[in-house]
């Protein structure tokens, strides 16, 4: 059976071949990130943030093991601030793009708002307080979901 090429956003759908033509788009088949790579890009974004805080600390003139009590609530809201925005507006995060992976709504659509601020404070939140098995969900899930993607309905794909 051949498949339904998947046209412009403004060009109209038409079948091809013996396709029966239904008027949607149909699904492009998914390469889902597994748990090691998902971990490696978590690192990298770990990394990059600790070398912002770093510089930052200096600047401030803070103790780099201890900063003040104002100066981790920043970094805290910072580090969420980053994961959503970049989440939302990319896709990815800096790990995820030099891992290849990106955050996707299952239904297709572009991230929105609720779905990842759902996805990255609530849902992360879960699946790190039950001893991080819904983190390790990605592991064994037959589509790589971890749990706060099953609460916002989202996947995370090879790109």
Same mark, same amino acid.
């Given at each position: 059976?051949?498949?339904? @090429?998947?046209?412009?956003?403004? @060009?109209?759908?038409?079948?091809?071949?013996?396709?029966?033509?239904?008027?949607? !788009?149909?699904?492009?088949?998914?390469?889902?990130?597994?748990?090691?790579? !998902?971990?490696?890009?978590?690192?990298?974004?770990?990394?990059?943030?600790?070398?912002?805080?770093? %510089?930052?600390?200096?600047?401030?003139?803070? +103790?780099?093991? @201890?900063?003040?009590?104002?100066?981790?609530?920043?970094?805290?809201?910072?580090?969420?601030?980053?994961?959503? %925005?970049?989440?939302? %507006?990319? =896709?990815?995060?800096? =790990?995820?793009?030099?891992?290849?992976?990106?955050?996707?709504?299952?239904?297709? =659509?572009?991230?929105?708002?609720?779905?990842?601020?759902?996805? @990255?404070?609530?849902?992360?939140?879960?699946?790190?307080?039950?001893?991080?098995?819904?983190?390790?969900?990605?592991?064994? +899930?037959?589509?790589?979901?971890?749990?706060? +993607?099953?609460?916002?309905?989202?996947?995370?794909?090879?790109?």
């Amino acid at each position: 059976m051949q498949a339904m @090429e998947r046209p412009n956003d403004n @060009e109209p759908l038409a079948p091809m071949g013996n396709v029966p033509f239904t008027g949607m !788009r149909p699904a492009v088949e998914q390469r889902y990130a597994g748990f090691w790579i !998902r971990f490696a890009a978590l690192i990298l974004d770990v990394i990059a943030l600790q070398i912002v805080f770093i %510089v930052m600390n200096l600047l401030l003139g803070e +103790d780099l093991l @201890e900063p003040s009590t104002g100066v981790s609530l920043f970094q805290s809201l910072l580090s969420l601030v980053y994961y959503i %925005v970049m989440t939302v %507006v990319y =896709g990815q995060t800096v =790990g995820k793009m030099a891992t290849g992976i990106k955050v996707v709504r299952a239904d297709g =659509g572009a991230n929105t708002w609720g779905s990842i601020i759902l996805r @990255e404070l609530p849902g992360k939140l879960v699946s790190s307080i039950i001893l991080c098995i819904g983190y390790m969900m990605a592991g064994w +899930d037959r589509e790589k979901r971890a749990l706060h +993607d099953r609460m916002a309905s989202t996947r995370v794909v090879k790109i």
